[in-house]
C-alpha cells in the first residue's frame, strides 16, 4: 500500500511538473519537439521502420520454423535458450533498440518461451543496430566510420557476453515449450507486420519528441556544464551522439548507446511488463552493458588508434 501511494504522489508531481514547464517555456518545448521530429524523420523511422516489420513478421510466419533443429544447440550452448530465440538475439543487434525485446514480448505472449527465459532475453536483446552507429554515429557525426564500427562491435560483444552470463540466472528453467505452426498466408501476415511496425514506431517517436522538449527546458534551467552533460546522455542517446560526438571520448559515446537512455527505456516498458520483469534489473544489465562496452572500446582502441575530428 505504502508503495503504491507514493507512486502515485510521484505521478501527481511529474504532472504538476511538465505543466508548470509546458507554461514556463513554451518556446524551449516547441524548440526541442521540433528537433525531436527532426531527429524521427532524418534518423530513426529510415533505420528503424524496416526493421520494426521485419521482425514482426519473423514472430509472424513460419518462415524460419525449418532452421531451428540446427540453430538450437547454438542457443542452447551459448545462452540456454530455444532455438526460436536466435533470430530475437540476431535482430536485436542488428535492427535497433527496440525490436529485440518487442519479439521477445510476442513470443511470450505466443507462449513459445517461459517467462524465464523471456526475462532473461530482455537483459541483453537491446541494441543499437549498425545503420545508427556505424553510418549516423561513425560516419556523419564523427565523419569516420571506423569508430562507428569499433562501438557497434563493442556493443555487440558487450551484450553476448551478458547473454552469456544470463544462462547462470534462473538456472531451474529448462523447459522447451513447443514451436507452434502458423497457417497464415503471406500476405496477410506481411500486412499485419506493417501494421505493427507503424504502431511501434509512431510510439517510439512519440517518447523521443517529449523527451527533446523536456532536455531543452533542463538546458534554460540549468548551467553546470557537467552536470548537463550527465542528464542529456542519460536522457536520450539520439540527442546525446549530435551534442557530444567529437566532444567526448569515444569509450564514453560508447557507454552513451550501450545504456541506450531513459527515452529507449520508457519505450519499452511494455514488453518488461509483459514479461514480469522488474525495471531495476533491467536498468541494472543498462549499466552494465555501457560500461563492458566503454571498456572493451578503450582496449579496442589501444590496438587499433584513430583520427576523428573535435
Not at 532524418?42 to 519473423?58: A, G, K, M, R
Not at 515449450?177 to 517517436?205: E, F
Amino acid at each position: 500500500v505504502t508503495v503504491k501511494v507514493k507512486k502515485e504522489y510521484l505521478s501527481i508531481i511529474l504532472i504538476f511538473l511538465l505543466i508548470f514547464l509546458l507554461f514556463k517555456f513554451p518556446d524551449a518545448i516547441k524548440s526541442g519537439i521540433t528537433d525531436g521530429l527532426s531527429i524521427c524523420f532524418q534518423t530513426v523511422i529510415p533505420s528503424l521502420f524496416p526493421f520494426l516489420v521485419l521482425s514482426s513478421y519473423i514472430v509472424n510466419s513460419n518462415i524460419l520454423n525449418p532452421f531451428y533443429k540446427f540453430l538450437f544447440p547454438i542457443a542452447k550452448l551459448l545462452f540456454k535458450q530455444p532455438a526460436n530465440t536466435v533470430p530475437v538475439i540476431i535482430l536485436s543487434m542488428i535492427g535497433g533498440f527496440p525490436v529485440g525485446l518487442k519479439m521477445v514480448k510476442d513470443l511470450f505472449k505466443r507462449e513459445e518461451i517461459t517467462e524465464n527465459q523471456a526475462k532473461r532475453l530482455c537483459l541483453f536483446c537491446m541494441n543499437s543496430g549498425p545503420a545508427f552507429t556505424i553510418t549516423v554515429v561513425g560516419a556523419n557525426m564523427l565523419r569516420s566510420t571506423l569508430a562507428g564500427v569499433i562501438i557497434y562491435l563493442s556493443l555487440c560483444i558487450s551484450s553476448l557476453i551478458i547473454g552469456i552470463f544470463t544462462r547462470f540466472i534462473f538456472r531451474d528453467d529448462s523447459h522447451q515449450c513447443k514451436i507452434k505452426q502458423y497457417h497464415i498466408t503471406d500476405l496477410s501476415t506481411l500486412s499485419a507486420s506493417v501494421t505493427s511496425g507503424i504502431n511501434s514506431i509512431l510510439g517510439i517517436c512519440g517518447w523521443i519528441v517529449l523527451f527533446n522538449g523536456f532536455i531543452e527546458c533542463f538546458n534554460i534551467l540549468n548551467s553546470n556544464y557537467f552536470l548537463s552533460i550527465f542528464v542529456k546522455t542519460t536522457v536520450e542517446v539520439t540527442k546525446a551522439c549530435i551534442d557530444f560526438s567529437g566532444k567526448i571520448a569515444l569509450p564514453y559515446l560508447a557507454f552513451i548507446i550501450g545504456f541506450g537512455g531513459f527515452c529507449v527505456h520508457f519505450q519499452i516498458l511494455d514488453c518488461l511488463k509483459e514479461c514480469n520483469l522488474n525495471y531495476s534489473h533491467f536498468l541494472f544489465s543498462r549499466v552494465i552493458n555501457g560500461c563492458v562496452s566503454a571498456i572493451i572500446t578503450y582496449i579496442i582502441l589501444i590496438f587499433t588508434p584513430i583520427e576523428i575530428d573535435v
